[in-house]
Structure formats: C-alpha cells, structure tokens
C-alpha cells in the first residue's frame, strides 16, 4: 500500500458561511487533482469552527469565582478559563499553565480543545459543536458533487498521556469506521490476533498533520490517496463514538 499524503494549497482564510467542500473543490481543481474513490480528507477543526461561526471572543466574557481561581493557579488569562470551563463537563486535572478536562463531546483533552493559533488577537476556536455532524455534509457534499465514495476527518492537535508533544487527532469522522477491529486475523507466524484494534482514524489524522503543520503553513486541509483497506471501513454514517474509551474501563482517571 502506497499512501499519498497531500496538501491542498490555496485555501485562503476561513470565515462564518464559508462552504468547505466548495472551497476545497475548487482548491483541487486549481492543483490539477481530482476526487478518487477511496480519498480521505482530512479538515482541521480550526478551519470547521470559523466556517460554523464557533468563535469566542474573549473580552466578551465576565469570569466566574471559579475561573478566577483556576487562571492564579494555572497562569492562563481568566477569561479563557472561564471559556474552558464552559466548553467543559467536568476538569480533571490542573497544574502550572495547563487544564486538562473532559468536553461536552467527551474529548480528555487540555483546555477543552479551545485554540488561541491562526485566529486573530482576542478570539479562540473551540472544538465544533458536533464534528460528526460537520464531517457528514462535507463528504456528502463531496459525494453528492463527484460520485466518489470517500470519507472525512476531523482532526485536532493534541497531547497525550506520558509522552511529550502533540500529534494529530480525530475528533470527528464520516464514510469509515474509525476503528478497525482485527481481532481473529492472523499475524506472520499463524497466530490469533485477539486484542488488536487500530484507531486508523487517528493514524490518518496524524499523518495529515504532517503536512497541516502548526504555524503559518495555511494548510487546514489535506487529502489523503491509496488507504488500501478503505472498502472494509467504509460506511456513510459512522461516528467518532467508537474511539472513545468508557470511563470504566479508563485506569488513568
């Protein structure tokens, strides 16, 4: 399987209305590239929640007690922590300059997902208000407009447990499953696979944010060509669902 991981140039700053799937259409089309059957498109969440209109404006908000509380402990400005602690079900941790919580979408992330990058002074980007939803009618758009099958991801930039750095992560998908369970597969030496599921979604997400970068690459969109098991994970109304860990069976909260 050869993957082709491509950055689709030319898309210029996002605003509220904006239609994705016509930008990026038409992004591909001045790059000489069409849709294939199988593609995957990946879309940062900072360029869904300025075209959604989910900005926040951070002068705009009064902090509570709480938050007050919170930004003496953890050095961020009081405004965006009462900010997080909406966007939030319930904090989890917090320590020197980070908060980690638990979102309203069930995300275990810092600041609840909320971005201060690639918007201008003053606003921040939450996390869509459902990027399941905001994946589904981009690809059905691009389905409906090419005839092509193909699937879409939403990707955000996160830390994870125990390991320096951030990678790129799904947060919402359609047209595939974002897990792929190969439990009674066979390995090299015959053996029965029990356990195995991979998150391909992520490892998509991730790979895309190779491309994507994190300063002023302006690249919020970037097309993946060649997934070789796409056929076996398609399905038009898979959600991120799956790749979300019951708390009970979590032994790090």
Not at 187 to 197: I, M
Not at 212 to 231: D, T
Request: charge should be negative; include cysteine; charged fraction near 25%.
């Amino acid at each position: 399987m050869n993957l082709e991981i491509i950055g689709v140039k030319g898309i210029s700053i996002i605003k509220k209305g904006d239609f994705l799937n016509d930008i990026i259409l038409e992004c591909l089309k001045q790059m000489n590239q069409e849709i294939h059957e199988g593609d995957v498109i990946v879309i940062a969440e900072t360029a869904i929640s300025k075209a959604e209109g989910k900005i926040i404006e951070l002068n705009t908000i009064i902090p509570s007690s709480n938050a007050l509380k919170l930004a003496a402990k953890t050095g961020k400005r009081p405004e965006l922590v009462e900010a997080i602690l909406q966007e939030s079900k319930e904090i989890i941790k917090v320590g020197p300059n980070f908060i980690i919580s638990e979102t309203k979408h069930g995300f275990i992330c810092a600041n609840a997902g909320i971005d201060e990058s690639n918007i201008d002074e003053g606003l921040a980007t939450p996390i869509p208000e459902d990027p399941d939803r905001s994946a589904y009618k981009i690809m059905r758009r691009i389905k409906d407009a090419t005839g092509k099958d193909i699937a879409v991801i939403v990707s955000d930039t996160q830390g994870r447990a125990f390991r320096e750095g951030a990678i790129g992560t799904a947060i919402g998908v359609s047209g595939m499953y974002p897990l792929w369970d190969r439990s009674g597969e066979k390995d090299l030496y015959g053996k029965e696979l029990k356990t195995t599921s991979i998150a391909v979604a992520d490892e998509l997400a991730s790979a895309a944010s190779i491309v994507m970068g994190q300063a002023n690459e302006g690249i919020p969109v970037v097309l993946i060509r060649g997934l070789g098991y796409f056929k076996q994970l398609k399905n038009d109304f898979a959600d991120i669902k799956p790749l979300i860990r019951p708390k009970k069976y979590d032994v790090f909260l």
